[in-house]
């Protein structure tokens, strides 16, 4: 999957336990879906998996490795994926935007990803086709970046991968989960929250200033194909200025999450955040402590290296360092809140966290 900063990849492990250690749990909801990568792991254990995430690239994710299963999409996937390999590269929008007024790509990748999204935009292909063909490209793209991660700026000088020529693979889309079709919804939190009901809900909101869009939006203009105008030197979709959310405003984050808590219809809720967010621990669980009337919260806290843009340091546009980062590591936690009686199933996780 592509490189991500709001990643559960270490967590995964622990959300799969935890998961798993909850009684009569088929159906669950991921509110702020991301990569997707909790959702897929999830549908592959055989839960029937609802995602949601309000930005386009997510949404794409979602539909490819949530919603599309595997015995549907293979074929055509495979033959497309041979056919597009093929093009060659169309110098238009895409290449001159985000490989000559920013450098994200070598420019012979960026002419390559033009192409190839012009020609699956030209085929109108069915909207779970269609996704897993944007996941391919966006993780090809992913591979022969020069970024540290996030998109927010690029590297002074071109990362080594840069230089690969782009190649697309099929994703690792998955057959049907044992008890159902998934699900891909491009909603706000709240109204997703309202409309889906699950056994368990998982949420991951964005816990800082940082937006999510801000962060990755050349994969926004890659899958929706706007042409969008930009602004600064990270050539920023314009709409990055005025698509803000309410999560990443200190003053209202805890209010707005406080809604869509309250709005959750499930018998658990597991809530991923960490201790750099707007929101400390205690108010954490005091929130989760008073939904649904009462539940009972358990946190599972884990200290992790932070992501790499964090050890590289802080630098101007000229790449020169002209700051330190203030800590190199953080905490992680895992929020359970629960009607029912999880103190004994979550014994082994809660101590192998202390």
């Not at 990748?109 to 086709?129: D, F, M």
């Not at 290296?305 to 590289?312: E, L, P, T």
């Amino acid at each position: 999957m592509i490189k991500y900063i709001g990643s559960k990849r270490k967590l995964l492990p622990t959300i799969e336990k935890l998961v798993d250690a909850v009684p009569d749990v088929r159906a669950v909801v991921d509110l702020f879906s991301g990569t997707s990568r909790v959702g897929h792991a999830l549908k592959r254990a055989g839960y029937r998996v609802t995602a949601n995430d309000h930005n386009a690239y997510a949404h794409t994710l979602a539909t490819c490795y949530v919603q599309a299963d595997l015995e549907h999409v293979r074929r055509p996937a495979e033959q497309l994926v041979a056919e597009c390999n093929r093009l060659r590269g169309d110098d238009g929008y895409f290449t001159e935007t985000y490989c000559r007024r920013a450098r994200y790509f070598r420019p012979k990748n960026g002419a390559r990803i033009e192409a190839i999204r012009n020609a699956i935009a030209a085929k109108e292909l069915p909207p779970e086709l269609e996704a897993v063909m944007l996941v391919s490209l966006m993780e090809a793209a992913d591979r022969v970046d020069s970024t540290t991660g996030v998109q927010m700026a690029y590297l002074k000088d071109w990362a080594p991968r840069a230089d690969r020529d782009l190649e697309l693979r099929v994703p690792d889309v998955l057959p049907r989960a044992q008890h159902g079709k998934g699900a891909a919804t491009q909603l706000d939190a709240r109204d997703a929250a309202e409309r889906h009901g699950a056994d368990l809900i998982y949420l991951d909101p964005p816990y800082n200033q940082h937006s999510y869009l801000g962060n990755y939006h050349v994969w926004e203009s890659l899958v929706r194909w706007d042409h969008l105008p930009v602004y600064g030197v990270a050539c920023k979709r314009v709409d990055c200025k005025e698509r803000r959310s309410t999560f990443n405003r200190k003053r209202e984050m805890f209010g707005a999450f406080a809604d869509v808590v309250r709005c959750c219809r499930a018998d658990t809720l597991v809530v991923s955040f960490n201790n750099e967010g707007y929101v400390d621990r205690a108010d954490m669980e005091r929130l989760l402590g008073e939904w649904s009337g009462g539940a009972e919260v358990h946190t599972i806290a884990t200290d992790y290296k932070r992501y790499v843009g964090a050890q590289i340091g802080i630098h101007n546009p000229r790449g020169e360092k002209v700051g330190a980062v203030g800590h190199l590591r953080n905490v992680e936690y895992l929020f359970v809140a629960s009607r029912h009686d999880l103190r004994d199933r979550l014994a082994p996780l809660l101590q192998a966290a202390r």
